[in-house]
């Protein structure tokens, strides 16, 4: 007797993540949201009783990429402010303009708007860090992609919280509202070192240890960063977080550009995962994160696009590529993050950093089904030697024709289901509007 499913995938090519290479002519099976089975496409055929079979030919399936640090709202702020460092970029265009016209509804837009391009783009979850994370979560929660929250803390005041008390007053109260959402996760989202006081990271410690939740926050991206540290505190950030006891498996730091052989020692020693923002930190300019170095102290790293108004894409593929390439060209070696490890950060361990490797992460039975199909079959991706390879070498985001997000369909066929781009198209036209008037 077969047994029921409610669809099975036929796809050229599976790529699992979780063990080595490429299944060829392989099923995957999906029933209520979950990975049922992975196994031969024929045996799949006579065991199951699908409602519905979907042939995917000349596609690579893969599970949903994991943007591990992004500050989705800020699309909105795509191109506003290009070519310039770091704290120039921040003093003197992003955090005025955030004064005047960050609330509920901006980031609610601007968080539609990256989830579409997200979705489009084969990324099914993303590691936020944003002012009014309750606007984030409804955002997502629309476009029906899966999303971890931060309880972003600040210690100045802004439109949405007073001071950090508030801030953290606020984000855990989210927390209590949407712990039963099956797409949203949370993680404790201090901006950084030189924003928080030394109490508030006391704090946000003790309550990811109560809550065992992530502490996700920007480190050593920059050289002036960490200057400004030794003169306040005496000694550089990461130090600084590792006497106040923050560093650990929970921890996610962000960037991780400007570290020494010490300190990724000291990474490596407490477990803690880094993102790896290549795009962003070549264009802010703030340097290149040692990668190979850091892989090799079996840190555990993920993939993150950073705010559309520093990359400016919510590319995942590009960031795969990029990665690669410069783990290479730093290191003078040309095994310093294969294709395969690529792709792996960008999906499985990335998934880890924030807990949810049990959940998403790779192609296995009994995990969530955020999966996406990857078209292969054009003449600008022949001959396929390798799948893995050239979904990190030779394909784009432009590539992607299908994605299931907990098996529900959120692209088909290229098209995004569930959300309007034309009226997405009219939302950033009107904050555009808003964001370069004068006076």
Not at 152 to 158: G, K
């Amino acid at each position: 007797m077969q047994a029921s499913a409610d669809f099975l995938l036929l796809p050229q090519w599976v790529v699992p993540v979780e063990t080595a290479g490429a299944f060829t002519d392989h099923a995957v099976v999906v029933q209520d949201g979950r990975i049922l089975d992975v196994l031969p496409a024929d045996a799949a055929q006579v065991r199951y009783d699908a409602r519905q079979t979907i042939a995917l030919p000349g596609r690579a399936l893969i599970p949903g990429f994991v943007n591990l640090h992004g500050h989705a709202a800020m699309s909105l702020m795509r191109g506003f402010a290009d070519d310039l460092p770091l704290m120039a970029w921040l003093n003197g265009h992003i955090w005025p303009a955030e004064k005047k016209h960050v609330s509920e509804a901006f980031v609610r837009d601007g968080t539609l708007l990256a989830a579409a391009e997200m979705l489009a783009g084969g990324v099914t979850c993303c590691n936020d860090m944003y002012f009014f994370p309750q606007a984030a979560g409804e955002a997502f929660l629309q476009a029906g992609m899966r999303a971890t929250l931060g309880m972003f803390v600040l210690e100045r005041p802004s439109a949405y919280a007073a001071d950090a008390d508030d801030y953290l007053a606020k984000g855990l109260a989210l927390r209590d509202e949407l712990k039963e959402e099956p797409l949203v996760s949370f993680a404790f989202a201090p901006h950084a070192p030189y924003t928080i006081a030394d109490a508030t990271f006391d704090r946000i410690n003790t309550l990811a240890a109560q809550l065992g939740l992530p502490i996700h926050t920007h480190i050593h991206e920059t050289a002036d960063e960490i200057r400004d540290s030794v003169n306040q505190y005496g000694v550089r950030p990461l130090e600084r977080l590792a006497r106040l006891g923050l560093l650990g498996p929970n921890f996610i730091g962000v960037h991780a550009v400007h570290v020494s052989d010490a300190e990724i020692d000291l990474l490596a020693q407490h477990g803690c995962h880094v993102a790896h923002c290549p795009t962003s930190n070549l264009k802010l300019a703030s340097g290149i994160a040692p990668l190979a170095r850091l892989a090799a102290a079996g840190i555990n790293l993920g993939l993150g696009t950073d705010s559309a108004a520093s990359n400016n894409r919510l590319d995942l593929f590009a960031e795969m590529r990029l990665a690669a390439l410069l783990a290479k060209g730093t290191s003078d070696n040309a095994a310093a993050l294969p294709a395969a490890a690529a792709l792996k950060m960008a999906t499985l361990d990335a998934a880890r950093a924030l807990n949810l490797d049990d959940r998403i992460g790779s192609i296995a039975p009994g995990k969530r089904a955020d999966l996406v199909a990857v078209d292969l079959h054009a003449v600008s991706s022949q001959p396929v030697f390798d799948p893995v390879s050239h979904l990190v070498y030779v394909a784009g985001r432009e590539h992607v024709t299908h994605v299931w997000v907990d098996g529900k369909l959120k692209l088909n066929d290229r098209r995004l289901v569930d959300l309007d781009t034309e009226d997405l198209a009219a939302r950033a036209g009107y904050w555009r509007s808003k964001l370069t008037a004068r006076g």
